[in-house]
């Protein structure tokens, strides 16, 4: 979708909430679908269909920390 984080990002908004899907997502090394994009349309937070509704929160996160190691 888009190329930086939505402002709604859980990786850019921190909040209880937010900081649960991104603990659970480093914890089992899984990325998420964009929570932004309607359920209809990207399936499950957690069930990966298309490439295009990653979070992009979680992409920049992946290559950030690939840079440091």
Do not use: A, Q, V
Request: proline share 6%; hydrophobic share 20%.
């Amino acid at each position: 979708m888009c190329e930086k984080p939505c402002k709604e990002c859980p990786w850019t908004i921190r909040n209880h909430f937010n900081d649960m899907i991104i603990n659970h997502s480093k914890k089992h090394n899984k990325p998420h679908n964009c929570h932004m994009i309607s359920p209809d349309k990207r399936g499950g937070l957690w069930e990966i269909t298309k490439e295009k509704n990653i979070c992009n929160g979680r992409k920049k996160f992946e290559t950030e920390y690939k840079n440091n190691n």
